[in-house]
Nanobody
Framework: VQLQASGGGLVQAGGSLRLSCAAS????????IGWFRQAPGKQREGVLC????????TYTDSVKGRFTISRDNAKNTAYLQMDSLKPEDTAVYYC???????????????WGQGTQVTVSS
């Protein structure tokens, strides 16, 4: 299984970015895809997850109304649309996969390499 996260960058507060998670080596449509982030000096935390059936789990309330997760099974790709970005969203963002349903961070067993998102004030 390979997951490739991309789309990070430097953006001003209030701006937007769309992250992509391209998967290979799995039947993508059978897997839940989660987005996680890790800020410097902090533990990795969950952001959003989309299950095999399209159900969405929000791990952190701070992204509600600002971040959206989606998937395109034909392209083997999941997306994280991030709007109204804040400096506190600065982190390395990772995507991960697990069979079928969303769950806690420790239950995801395939991880991408991460993409840096930096939000300037």
């Amino acid at each position: 299984v390979q997951l490739q996260a991309s789309g990070g960058g430097l953006v001003q507060a209030g701006g937007s970015l769309r992250l992509s998670c391209a998967a290979s080596g799995i039947t993508f449509g059978n897997y839940a895809i989660g987005w996680f982030r890790q800020a410097p000096g902090k533990q990795r935390e969950g952001v959003l997850c989309i299950s095999r059936s399209g159900g969405i789990t929000t791990y952190t309330d701070s992204v509600k109304g600002r971040f959206t997760i989606s998937r395109d099974n034909a392209k083997n790709t999941a997306y994280l649309q991030m709007d109204s970005l804040k400096p506190e969203d600065t982190a390395v963002y990772y995507c991960a996969s697990r069979w079928n349903l969303c769950s806690g961070l420790s239950d995801f067993y395939s991880w991408g390499q991460g993409t840096q998102v930096t939000v300037s004030s």
